[in-house]
C-alpha cells in the first residue's frame, strides 16, 4: 500500500468542519498538512525495507470507522496497535501510523534503525539435518512493548547506578549524593538536628531519604561533634543503604 500524498488540512477547504473523534477511543488528530503519520510510517519502511503496515478498519454504527495497524519487523516482532475511532478512514490510520511511529522510537532509538532480519534457512536435507519447525511469532501488543521498554530504561538506570556507586569513596561521598539527587536515584534527602548535648560540645541528629526503589528510610539517631560531621555520617548512611538496595557491599560510615 503506497502512501497518501499530504492531507489539506481541514482549516484550508471552505467550508468543512473540523473533524470529531468518537467516544470510546483514542482521539484521531488531524493529519499534518505537509506530512502525515502515515506517510512517514510508509516512507520509514521504504527505507528499512520493511514491509509496510497492515490496517483494519471497520465502519461503526451511527457512523465513524474504528481500526488498528499491524507491523512487523525484520527479526519477527509483530507490532499491533490499539483500537482507534475517527469520523473519517484516513483519520483512524493516521492515528494508528502515529502510535506505531512513537513505539518504534522508543525501541529502536532515535534513529529508529531497524532490527537485524532472521538469517535466511538454507535447504539442505544432506548436509544437515532439517531444524525443528518454530512457532510463529506472537505478536505484539502495544501495552507489551511499552513493558519492554520499561524494563530496560530501568536496567539502564540500574547500570548506571552501580558505575557510579562503584567509584564513591569517603572523599567524594557528598558529591556522589548530589548526583545521585539530580538524576533523581535519590530524593526527599533531609538531616535534622535531634538536640544538643554535653553543654553544646555535641549534637544528636537524625535523617531520611526515599530510596531508588521507593522505600522510605529513616537513619536512626547518632551523635556527633558538629553538624558537619553530622551530615557526612547521614551520607554515608545513604550511599549505603542505596549499595545494599543493589547487592553492593558498601562500608563508607564506618
Not at 520493511?50 to 516482532?77: C, H, N
Not at 482507534?84 to 513505539?103: C, G, M, P, T, Y
Not at 557528598?174 to 538536640?195: D, P
Request: with cysteine; aromatic share 4%.
Amino acid at each position: 500500500m503506497d502512501p497518501d500524498p499530504p492531507d489539506v488540512p481541514p482549516e484550508a477547504q471552505p467550508g468543512s468542519l473540523s473533524p470529531v473523534a468518537v467516544e470510546g477511543g483514542h482521539n484521531a488528530p488531524a493529519p499534518a498538512a505537509v506530512s502525515s503519520p502515515k506517510g512517514k510510517l510508509f516512507e520509514w519502511c521504504a527505507k528499512s525495507q520493511v514491509k509496510p503496515p497492515t490496517f483494519a478498519i471497520d465502519s461503526e454504527e451511527g457512523g465513524g470507522f474504528r481500526g488498528r495497524a499491524q507491523l512487523k519487523l525484520p527479526d519477527g516482532t509483530v507490532l499491533t496497535t490499539e483500537m482507534h475511532r475517527a469520523r473519517a478512514k484516513k483519520l483512524v490510520e493516521h492515528a494508528a501510523s502515529d502510535e506505531l511511529l512513537a513505539v518504534l522510537a522508543r525501541l529502536l532509538g532515535p534513529e529508529m534503525r531497524p532490527p537485524r532480519r532472521q538469517p535466511p534457512v538454507q535447504p539442505n536435507a544432506e548436509a544437515s539435518p532439517s531444524p525443528p519447525a518454530s512457532s510463529p511469532p506472537v505478536p505484539l501488543t502495544v501495552a507489551e512493548a511499552k513493558a519492554l521498554v520499561r524494563e530496560q530504561a530501568r536496567r539502564e538506570r540500574e547500570e548506571m547506578l552501580r558505575g557510579l556507586l562503584s567509584t564513591v569513596s569517603r572523599t567524594n561521598a557528598r558529591e556522589t549524593l548530589g548526583v545521585l539527587k539530580a538524576r533523581g536515584y535519590v530524593r526527599n534527602v533531609r538531616f535534622e538536628v535531634i538536640e544538643q548535648r554535653g553543654g553544646g560540645t555535641s549534637l544528636v541528629m537524625q535523617a531520611q531519604f526515599v530510596r531508588p526503589d521507593g522505600a522510605t528510610v529513616h537513619v536512626m539517631p547518632f551523635t556527633v561533634p558538629n553538624k558537619t560531621a553530622g551530615e557526612a555520617f547521614a551520607t554515608a548512611q545513604i550511599l549505603e543503604s542505596v549499595a545494599a538496595s543493589l547487592g553492593i557491599p558498601l562500608r563508607l560510615s564506618s
